[in-house]
C-alpha cells in the first residue's frame, strides 16, 4: 500500500531564509505526487503536482519541487521565504482511483 | 465560480444526536470525497464518490454514511455522534479519476461532539 512520512512535524525559519521539507513515499509504481498548503482555518490549495518528465517541478508562490526516485522523496524548496507562508504543509501520493494518501503535515513558523 | 463549498461551518453535538454536513460543487467534477483531519494525523478519507449515484468506503468509514444523489453534492451523515468523531471534516472534488488531477478542497466544518 502506498505512504507517505513527512519526517518534520514542525519547522521554524526566519524570514527570508531558504526552506526544504522533506517528503519521502512509498509506492510501487511511478508516482503522482502533490504538495499542498494549508493556511489556518483554510481547506488545502496546490502547490504543486509531479507526474512525469522533469524532476524539477515549479508551483505557485515561488515555490518548487525535486522529484528523486533513488531516494523516494520528493522535497518542497523555496528560496526565501515570506511570512505568509506560515501555514501547514502536506505531501500526498496518487492512490489510484482519483483518491490521495496524505502525510501527516508539517507545520512551518516563520520569525521574523 | 465558488469552488467546494461545505455547510455548516461549526456545530456542536451532544452524544448521540445526528447531523448532515452538506457539500457542494460547482465545477462539474466526478469525484468527491469526505475527510477528517486530527491533530498530527494528517487527513484521512471517510468515503468518496466516483459519480452521481455512486459511493465507496475510505480509510475510516465507520459511524458515517454519506450519499450523492446529485453531481454535484455530496452529504456526509453522523446517525449516532461520539466524542471520537470530534475533528475537522474536509470536503474536496477532482475532474477525473486519474491520479495526478488535483483535488479541490472546501473550507471544513469544524464538530465538535460532548
Known amino acids: 500500500a502506498q505512504s507517505v512520512t513527512q519526517p518534520d512535524i514542525h519547522i521554524t525559519v526566519s524570514e527570508g531564509a531558504s526552506l526544504e521539507l522533506r517528503c519521502n513515499y512509498s509506492?510501487?509504481?511511478?508516482?503522482?505526487l502533490f504538495w499542498y498548503v494549508q493556511s489556518p482555518g483554510q481547506g488545502l490549495q496546490l502547490l504543486l503536482k509531479?507526474?512525469?518528465?522533469?524532476?524539477l517541478v515549479q508551483g505557485i508562490k515561488g515555490f518548487e519541487a525535486e522529484f528523486k526516485r533513488s531516494q523516494s522523496s520528493f522535497n518542497l524548496r523555496k528560496p526565501s521565504v515570506h511570512w505568509s507562508d506560515a501555514a501547514e504543509y502536506f505531501c500526498a501520493v496518487g492512490a489510484g482511483a482519483g483518491k490521495s494518501t496524505f502525510g501527516d503535515g508539517t507545520t512551518l513558523t516563520v520569525k521574523p | 465560480n465558488a469552488g467546494v463549498t461545505q455547510t455548516p461551518k461549526f456545530r456542536v453535538l451532544k452524544t448521540g444526536q445526528s447531523m448532515t454536513l452538506l457539500c457542494a460543487q460547482d465545477?462539474?467534477?466526478?469525484?468527491m470525497y469526505w475527510y477528517r483531519q486530527d491533530p498530527g494525523m494528517g487527513l484521512r478519507l471517510i468515503h468518496y464518490s466516483v459519480g452521481e449515484g455512486t459511493t465507496a468506503k475510505g480509510e475510516v468509514p465507520d459511524g458515517y454514511n454519506v450519499s450523492r444523489l446529485k453531481k454535484q453534492n455530496f452529504l456526509l451523515g453522523l446517525e449516532s455522534a461520539a466524542p471520537s468523531q470530534t475533528s475537522v471534516y474536509f470536503c474536496?472534488?477532482?475532474?477525473?479519476?486519474?491520479?495526478?488531477?488535483?483535488?479541490?478542497f472546501g473550507p471544513g466544518t469544524r464538530l465538535t461532539v460532548l
Open positions: 465545477m462539474n467534477h466526478e469525484y
Open positions: 509531479y507526474f512525469s518528465g522533469d524532476t
Open positions: 509506492y510501487g509504481a511511478t508516482p503522482y
Open positions: 474536496a472534488s477532482s475532474g477525473s479519476r486519474s491520479s495526478y488531477n488535483e483535488q479541490f
